[in-house]
């Protein structure tokens, strides 16, 4: 299975040649996004997070992926500051992937359940809009998550402006257990060692 960082909170996950793209963005700290896929999943409808229109859809492939969603919210206040986030669980080739979008608070232990021994988590930690590097290793460790990718976070000229940089969420971990890609993507296996992936940013 493919897994392709294409900003933000932007992924595409591939597998058997099937596409798919979650939280495409339009905002004004990153290229325009212009990307194609089979399907498009959005966590909530926020700008940054739901801009399916740059997404080009294709029809009439079989999908080989089953996805559930986990009702969760933007905030610490039960939604009452930025309303719901729904996390995407995709699943293929006996892998499980997770994409939390605008996750805001330390989930519940049913909401958790729901997402407990991911092969690979992709995880909001910069603060400010969503869970910041603190409760996102949290997070990580209470799901058991095998493999974790960090996203909505500031990087160079790209990103939120008011969200932390990746720095500290990489500073909870030993070295040992971060990759650091020269790429975008990576392939997802069931025997891919345990810790961080930290994608490039590619312009799609």
Request: charged content about 20%; aromatic content about 8%.
């Given at each position: ?16 040649g099937y596409?798919?793209?979650l ?25 940054d997070?739901n801009?399916?229109a ?5 029809t ?32 293929a ?11 805001g608070?330390?989930p ?5 359940a729901?997402?407990?021994?991911a ?16 409760t ?18 500031r ?7 008011p969200?932390?940089?990746?720095e ?5 971990y ?8 020269t ?8 025997d ?13």
């Amino acid at each position: 299975m493919e897994i392709i960082w294409l900003g933000h909170a932007c992924f595409a996950v591939e597998s058997a040649g099937y596409r798919v793209v979650l939280d495409p963005y339009l905002m004004d700290t990153y290229p325009p996004l212009h990307t194609h896929a089979d399907a498009v999943f959005c966590s909530h409808g926020h700008a940054d997070h739901n801009n399916a229109a740059a997404v080009e859809l294709s029809t009439g492939k079989k999908s080989p992926f089953t996805v559930e969603t986990v009702k969760t919210f933007h905030d610490d206040k039960h939604g009452a500051l930025r309303g719901e986030n729904t996390m995407h669980v995709l699943r293929a080739e006996g892998l499980t992937v997770v994409h939390c979008g605008d996750l805001g608070h330390f989930p519940t232990e049913a909401q958790l359940a729901a997402i407990r021994g991911a092969d690979a988590l992709l995880i909001p930690v910069g603060g400010y809009y969503t869970i910041d590097a603190a409760t996102a290793k949290r997070v990580a460790d209470a799901a058991e998550a095998r493999v974790v990718v960090p996203m909505h976070y500031r990087h160079g000229e790209y990103g939120l402006r008011p969200v932390g940089t990746v720095e500290e969420f990489l500073a909870l971990y030993p070295n040992e257990r971060i990759r650091y890609l020269t790429g975008n993507a990576f392939t997802l296996t069931a025997d891919a060692p345990e810790g961080v992936v930290v994608p490039i940013f590619r312009a799609a």
